[in-house]
């Protein structure tokens, strides 16, 4: 099990950049495979990126390919999303996931209900 704190949110201009940190506790970590999600109000949450435990392997949603980056530094327990151009329906609650891994290939999971622990969320806010 991985405590998670997301940060880093805040309010931007569409065209924009922002970068969210996610700064996880556990002495396992470098065994999780890591996600980010958001939620927009009245909108059901959606996956946005997904990163292997090594950090060898990445999937996007295609509404940000291309546009964010995900990344892991497993020496700090840091997960990172990178987001640039960013568009008002960006905006929403940014949340941080993890899942064990343990020792298996990588599978990416799009799905919120693979993930086991999740934190907060940091509110990002894109005005046109």
């Known amino acids: 099990q991985v405590q998670l704190v997301e940060s880093g949110g805040g309010l931007v201009q569409a065209g924009g950049s922002l970068i969210l940190s996610c700064a996880a506790s556990?002495?396992?970590?470098?065994?999780?495979?890591m996600a980010w999600f958001r939620q927009a109000p009245g909108k059901e949450r959606e996956f946005v990126s997904t990163?292997?435990?090594?950090?060898?392997?990445?999937l996007y949603a295609e509404s940000v390919l291309g546009r964010f980056t995900i990344s892991t530094d497993n020496a700090k327990n840091m997960v990172y999303l990178t987001m640039s151009s960013l568009k008002p329906e960006d905006t929403g609650n940014y949340y941080c996931?993890?899942?064990?891994?343990?020792?298996?290939?990588?599978?990416?999971?799009?799905?919120?209900?693979?993930?086991?622990?999740w934190g907060q969320g940091t509110q990002v806010t894109v005005s046109s």
């Open positions: 996931a993890a899942r064990n891994q343990g020792g298996s290939l990588f599978m990416p999971k799009k799905n919120g209900y693979d993930y086991t622990d």
């Open positions: 556990g002495r396992t970590f470098s065994s999780y495979a």
């Open positions: 990163i292997s435990a090594r950090g060898d392997y990445t």
